[in-house]
């Protein structure tokens, strides 16, 4: 996919000026509520009109000062921060809306194996106002995929859902996406969403993009600025329960953790700031997880200096200020002790 | 026991097939007028609005000298379209439905309208980005969402016609058998001194349409509810 987009649209309240090319086909667009977005979103899909410029989707222009494709020609699937699936259809007819409107030659995804991946089969002749959250959101991204789109814009899908929905969703999000091939991009304001779901980032701030990204460099930029540090993600597997804390695999390490027991792989976050350094192995500490590991390397960010650890085969981030970085003698290839307290670790799914 | 003459059956009759043809013949025109209100953006909005509406504040008898002059025989429509094509629509039963559709049409407008205004936005753009065109929006989306509304201005619109009387006596006459509605007979009735009992049992026939159209239309209205 080749997205190419150079438009400028005023408003009163404020101007979006946006240049940008991308060709990956994970894209996330990562910036505060208010910062235009949505709006983005919406010019793309042409849902409202740029002042000027021109956007290009695989070397079709969909918008320059002669064109203007409708949005039901563009053949970009969209995936709002409600569902907004056709209350008085069925799950079925719900889905098949796009699918029945696609010409043939475009028709490349059935319904049977969409139903399958999002796992949406035993709701297909319900009505959809009896859905949970989460199915709904699952609904309206099987709808958006059997349109056939050249490409689909997820709009803070998850921002209306809670925490633990948010997680369950993540995977049929991605995981539908890379099954049909369809790329995709992926607005949120939500850091941890944009390490989930995107391998490339434009940042976004007042109808402007300041950067352009990984994930992984952004989460690592804000770490100093940001209130929870660095989030690490940290996929556990292997849950046994040993005396009111469960144990897990993490590469070749094993994890203390505070929860009641595991499903066999599970995703945790960890803070940075939840991560104490030690120069040499402590005789005894409160914290459960004192893990061996070596520094890699550090960066700084804000006042901040983040240290990152290869622990078992596995990378861990923490946080320092560099008094201590000091105290602890950082540097790559140094070999170091990391304390983690088992109630540090947050699961999200 | 009160018995009805021909005349009577006659006049229940025709309210209900003028009512009936009024309202079924502004169904398309106000679901057209509601959606260009509700989702178009046009020069002369405003007068367009101002000019459904004005039948709901203009006396009905207005109303009816109104059409009498631009549909009579010396009217811009009666003398440049009727005529030409040997139609004749004043004092006819036809030109009941005429003033009744109009006089009902803005309640009609504004029931669908309140319903259309009900749907959410981004069900349109959602129809949208799956590659509907804006006529299949309508008729998939606006249509079947907006179909309280639809109803609900039919049933308004139906009941507003059974008590028509203004423009419909000024337009289509008193004519027993031809153009007399039950507001015309009970009219009649009243007039005259020995009408009263057949005018009270007319009211009780009036009442009684009322009451079933409105139940009618509870009926599917909790009906469509359900049906979520």
């Known amino acids: 996919m080749e997205l190419r987009v150079a438009i400028r649209k005023r408003f009163t309240s404020f101007d979006l000026n946006v240049d940008f090319t991308v060709s990956q086909d994970r894209i996330g667009v990562f910036g505060p509520s208010g910062s235009g977005k949505s709006t983005l979103v919406n010019l793309i899909a042409g849902l409202q009109q740029p002042d000027d410029g021109i956007i290009q989707l695989d070397g079709t222009t969909l918008f320059d000062a002669k064109t203007n494709v409708p949005t039901e020609r563009r053949r970009i699937g969209i995936i709002f921060q409600h569902p907004h699936l056709f209350p008085h259809l069925s799950v079925r007819r719900n889905l098949l809306y796009g699918h029945t409107r696609c010409t043939p030659e475009n028709r490349k995804i059935d319904i049977d194996s969409l139903v399958g991946v999002l796992q949406i089969g035993h709701l297909l002749e319900r009505g959809v106002n009896n859905l949970s959250g989460g199915e709904k959101q699952r609904v309206a991204l099987g709808r958006a995929i059997l349109s056939n789109p050249r490409l689909l814009l997820m709009d803070e899908p998850l921002s209306a859902l809670d925490d633990t929905l948010r997680f369950q969703i993540i995977p049929y999000l991605r995981g539908a996406c890379e099954n049909f091939g369809i790329p995709y991009l992926f607005i949120s304001h939500s850091l941890l969403e944009m390490r989930l779901m995107a391998d490339r980032v434009i940042v976004f701030d007042n109808g402007r993009q300041t950067a352009e990204t990984t994930p992984e460099e952004l989460a690592r930029d804000r770490m100093g600025i940001s209130t929870v540090g660095y989030i690490n993600l940290l996929h556990l597997t292997n849950p046994r329960e040993r005396g009111g804390i469960t144990s897990f695999q993490w590469g070749t390490e094993e994890l203390l953790v505070s929860t009641e027991g595991g499903t066999g792989e599970n995703l945790f976050e960890l803070s940075s700031k939840d991560v104490i350094l030690f120069k040499k192995h402590p005789e005894a500490i409160s914290a459960r997880n004192l893990l061996h590991c070596q520094v890699v390397r550090t960066f700084a960010s804000g006042r901040k200096i983040g240290v990152e650890l290869s622990c078992g085969g596995e990378r861990l981030v923490a946080e320092v200020v560099a008094e201590a970085a000091a105290e602890l003698g950082i540097a790559e290839g140094v070999e170091i002790f990391a304390a983690i307290k088992a109630s540090a670790f947050r699961e999200l799914r | ?228």
Request: proline residues 4%; charged residues 10%.
């Open chain 2, 1 to 228: 026991m009160l018995e009805f003459s021909s005349a009577e059956y006659a006049a229940i009759l025709l309210s209900l097939k003028v009512s009936v043809v009024a309202t079924i013949l502004s169904l398309p025109f106000g679901f057209a007028v509601a959606y260009a209100m509700t989702y178009r953006k046009f020069r002369g909005k405003v007068a367009l609005d101002v000019f459904v509406n004005l039948p709901l504040t203009l006396p009905p008898v207005v109303i009816g000298y109104i059409l009498l002059l631009l549909l009579g025989q010396r009217g811009f429509i009666g003398q440049h379209v009727l005529q030409p094509l040997g139609i004749k629509l004043i004092f006819t039963w036809k030109a009941a439905v005429i003033a009744t559709a109009v006089v009902g049409f803005p309640l009609l407008v504004r029931s669908i309208r309140i319903g259309m205004e009900t749907i959410d936005q981004g069900l349109l753009q959602a129809s949208c980005s799956l590659g509907a065109g804006w006529f299949d929006t309508m008729l998939t989306i606006i249509l079947p969402l907006s179909l309280r509304g639809v109803i609900a201005g039919s049933a308004l619109m139906f009941a507003r016609g059974l008590g028509e009387f203004g423009a419909t006596i000024i337009v289509a006459g008193n004519i027993p058998g031809v153009t007399q509605t039950i507001p015309l007979a009970i009219y009649e009735y009243a007039s005259s001194p020995s009408g009263d009992a057949m005018a009270i049992a007319l009211c009780v026939v009036s009442i009684v349409i009322s009451v079933a159209v409105l139940l009618f239309h509870e009926y599917l209205s909790r009906r469509m509810t359900r049906g979520d």
